[in-house]
């Protein structure tokens, strides 16, 4: 199966600084990943597209400075979260999309835990 | 976009029983549905998903129909089990290119 790996799981950080996760497709090339916020019981809310080699594309709401991506190559896709704040505690999930023939299928990262102290 | 509803928003049901998740949306155009397993602090797994050009789509213990004109689909569970229990999360595509809209989430409970 398609395995997409995010690191790190969990992230504690001060109020004010960044932090930066990843999302890499182990097995798969792709070249759009989504990055997803989701709050407790809550659903997939999705922040913005990532696309390989071009800039993502932000959903409306979703501050562009406040959480940078970048899509450098067709495995690895990150998420940069600038002068975090505790508002910002949440999971982040991205999800890398493989294409086939017939069928492009979303498949999900563990998730990355932040919560900014 | 696509505005995706869901319900119910949480189910109790005795092992054994099935279950029946719901899903509307709006886009007449919108020509696949995935459906996504989410346990407790883990990531959302594809279950089952379908295109528009069936009605419905089984696997083993777990089937999804699909109408149309009505614009819903739901996914069933037969002879569910314990391990069944988690959050359940339709999708459909929301206009974008290959960007899916989730419904809310349905929190199943499968009871011994």
């Known amino acids: 199966g398609a395995v997409v790996s995010q690191h790190p799981s969990r992230v504690i950080c001060k109020s004010g600084t960044s932090v930066k996760i990843e999302c890499r497709s182990l097995d798969f090339q792709a070249t759009t990943m989504f990055w997803y916020r989701q709050f407790p019981k809550q659903s997939l809310m999705l922040m913005a597209t990532?696309?390989?080699?071009?800039?993502?594309?932000?959903e409306q709401g979703v501050e562009k400075d406040k959480f940078l991506i970048n899509h450098a190559s067709l495995t690895l896709s990150t998420l940069t979260v600038t002068s975090a704040h505790p508002e910002d505690s949440s999971f982040y999930i991205c999800?890398?999309?493989?294409?086939?023939?017939?069928?492009?299928?979303?498949?999900f990262g563990p998730g990355t835990r932040l919560t900014v102290l | 976009g696509e505005n995706v509803e869901q319900h119910p928003s949480t189910l109790s049901v005795q092992e054994g029983d099935s279950a029946v998740i719901k899903c509307t949306y709006s886009d007449s155009a919108s020509n696949y549905f995935p459906w996504y397993k989410q346990e407790l602090g883990k990531r959302p797994q594809l279950i089952i998903d379908i295109r528009s050009n069936v009605g419905e789509k089984k696997d083993q213990r777990i089937a999804v129909t699909l109408n149309k004109t009505a614009k819903h689909f739901s996914l069933h569970i037969t002879e569910t089990q314990p391990e069944d229990s988690a959050v359940y999360f339709c999708a459909a595509p929301s206009g974008g290119y290959q960007k899916v809209t989730f419904g809310i989430g349905t929190k199943l409970q499968v009871i011994p």
């Open positions: 990532s696309n390989e080699g071009s800039k993502a594309t932000y």
């Open positions: 999800s890398a999309l493989r294409t086939g023939l017939s069928t492009d299928t979303q498949y």
